[in-house]
T-cell receptor
Framework: SQKIEQNSEALNIQEGKTATLTCNYT??????LQWYRQDPGRGPVFLLL?????KEKRKERLKVTFDTTLKQSLFHITASQPADSATYLC??????????FGTGTKLQVIP | DAGITQSPRHKVTETGTPVTLRCHQT?????MYWYRQDPGHGLRLIHY???????DKGEVSDGYSVSRSKTEDFLLTLESATSSQTSVYFC????????????FGPGTRLTVL
């Protein structure tokens, strides 16, 4: 069965540094890969989507890469700020209302 | 949480009682979803709807039923709640023109004693 692996341990990073979160998956590559942010007590919020034929996608301080050979996506936040502290979920989007979510990685940006 | 509300936001109930959770959207999106989120499991799909009166099962549908009589409302029912259904429940919507980017509601925390 399809598995998604995100670091279950929290990632602590100093303010101003680049945070890099990893999403690994097994078996087949999805058509799209999505990243969401989730704050405590709230629903996930969509951040970025990258297609299987795209290597990299950027949005402001965010960058996502998608390597279908390694079966891995990396999510980068440059110039991180304490307000970036949250849990980040990756999701494999197969199309046709089939999305598989990872368990998320908690990011803590230390001032 | 724009355009999506869930009610109630918190509920405590006893084993064996029926429970209905409501999701309401103002975005006129075609697709609606119910997920549960538990520590160590992430978000798991319970049921989804692709139109009025059109629904299908997700990964963890046992013990749950859904109904969608209007585009804007999607109900999740636990016919006879069990302690294993204690969880946080999220509703989501999507337009799904090409991808399935989803927009989530604020969640309902359900505790079954």
């Amino acid at each position: 069965s399809q598995k998604i692996e995100q670091n279950s341990e929290a990632l602590n990073i100093q303010e101003g540094k680049t945070a890099t979160l990893t999403c690994n998956y097994t078996n087949y590559s999805p058509a799209y890969l999505q990243w969401y942010r989730q704050d405590p007590g709230r629903g996930p919020v969509f951040l970025l989507l990258i297609r299987e034929n795209e290597k990299e996608k950027r949005k402001e301080r965010l960058k996502v890469t998608f390597d279908t050979t390694l079966k891995q996506s990396l999510f980068h936040i440059t110039a991180s700020q304490p307000a970036d502290s949250a849990t980040y979920l990756c999701a494999l989007d197969w199309g046709y209302q089939k999305v598989t979510f990872g368990t998320g990685t908690k990011l803590q940006v230390i001032p | 949480d724009a355009g999506i509300t869930q009610s109630p936001r918190h509920k405590v109930t006893e084993t064996g009682t029926p429970v209905t959770l409501r999701c309401h959207q103002t975005e006129n999106h075609r697709y609606m979803y119910w997920y549960r989120q538990d520590p160590g499991h992430g978000l798991r799909l319970i049921h989804y709807s692709y139109g009025v009166k059109d629904t299908d099962k997700g990964e963890v549908s046992d013990g749950y039923s859904v109904s969608r009589s209007k585009t804007e409302d999607f109900l999740l029912t636990l016919e006879s709640a069990t302690s294993s259904q204690t969880s946080v429940y999220f509703c989501a919507i999507s337009e799904s023109t090409e991808t399935d980017t989803q927009y989530f509601g604020p969640g309902t925390r359900l505790t079954v004693l």
